[in-house]
């Protein structure tokens, strides 16, 4: 029986290889711990123990040609003006693997930046035999894989769990890290944001809404993350909850890494600059909670809120969310700009 969340990724899929993406493998350690990509083609390394192709062969057969021609003559292929394509790394949340994530980001961006989008670890294909589930062993894993693609300089854009995991990138690895777009996502989960946030949604534990089971459950979930009610058929609901919510005791351990306890919790001193680019109707971290961090932050810190939207803003307001994010990359990088040695 078809499954309808599954059947359109073909489609995606194509579709971010006509922007000249490809997906691949990064072992990041030598020790099982692998880290999926969707990177651009022209920057994958030579090393095939490193760096392995994970693109089905058929697919890559059926649409190699006009992709090629494609990225030959579009301005997703990287023109020879003396700089290098500015490098943007798009991190996930918890509901959903990297490209279904940023699937109206992506082909967007690689018009102009080099865009990688990884999948964290327990979502899509990546994986670990670590029992760290901590957001800092996330960044750090991620990380290596950056380095290992041979990027040097980027701005993530971090969504949600993404968010707290692209904040700790920021904070480790300032080198790598050159600014920060974070959404519907705070510097660290404490406990008193924690138990605020459950409170006002009506939830027990962050497993409850984010791990859901059952069709009323995800309903409850997309209800709470969305400004805007969408109606889609129970089938749909169902379809969606037995592809995108596998690894389920890994997850659950990662939510239960996330906490910190309010007397360990620090907001640390970045030197990036950095959007905070919220829904306005955002009900899992409101716009209060996001002003409040944007204070913490200091004067490197922007906020930036859209109406009409909620936690999912980059997927209910696509179009604003991508004008804005592009208008903080064009800033940022014009400050900054790279040239080729």
């Known amino acids: 029986m078809v499954n309808w969340v599954e059947a359109p990724k073909p489609l995606l899929y194509f579709l971010l290889r006509w922007a000249g993406l490809r997906q691949h493998t990064v072992d990041v350690d030598g020790a099982g711990t692998v880290i999926s990509f969707w990177m651009p ?26 992709v090629k021609k494609k990225t030959t003559s579009s301005s997703t292929a990287p023109k020879a003006s003396g700089m290098e394509r500015p490098a943007v790394v798009l991190v996930h949340g918890f509901a959903a693997e990297g490209v ?3 699937q109206f980001q992506a082909g ?17 294909g990546s994986t670990s035999p670590s029992t760290d589930r901590s957001p800092g062993f996330q960044a750090e894993c991620l990380v290596a894989a950056l380095r290992k693609l041979g990027v040097e300089r980027c701005t993530v854009v971090g969504f949600s769990y993404g968010g707290m995991v692209s904040f700790k990138m920021a904070e480790s690895h300032p080198d790598l890290v050159g600014s920060l777009v974070v959404s519907g996502s705070v510097v660290a989960m404490t406990d008193s944001i924690s138990e605020a946030a459950l409170e006002r949604i009506g939830v027990k534990s ?3 809404l984010l791990l859901p089971e059952t069709v009323k459950g995800l309903k409850a979930l997309l209800s709470i993350a969305t400004h805007r009610k969408i109606w889609f058929p129970d089938r749909i609901h169902r379809d969606y909850l037995k592809v995108m919510f596998n690894n389920r005791k890994e997850r659950a351990e990662l939510l239960e890494g996330l906490m ?17 680019l919220w829904g306005a109707n955002d009900n899992i971290f409101n716009i209060e909670l996001a002003m409040t961090m944007k204070e913490q932050l200091g004067d490197n810190a922007t906020l930036q809120s859209i109406g009409e939207a909620g936690h999912l803003v ?3 307001r696509p179009c604003v969310y991508n004008r804005r994010l592009e208008e903080f990359l064009a800033y940022v ?8 040695a």
């Open 333 to 340: 990088n014009a400050e900054n700009p790279k040239a080729i």
């Open 260 to 276: 910190v306890s309010n007397k360990d919790a620090t907001v640390p001193v970045l030197p990036q600059k950095i959007l905070l």
């Open 314 to 316: 980059h997927l209910e």
């Open 108 to 124: 967007v961006l690689a018009k102009n930046y080099d865009v990688y989008v990884p999948d964290l670890l327990y979502f899509g």
């Open 41 to 66: 083609e022209g920057k994958v390394p030579k090393d095939k123990a490193t760096v392995r192709d994970v693109a089905p062969e058929a697919a890559a057969a059926a649409d190699d040609s006009c």
């Open 100 to 102: 279904v994530t940023w």
């Open 206 to 208: 962050s497993a409850e």
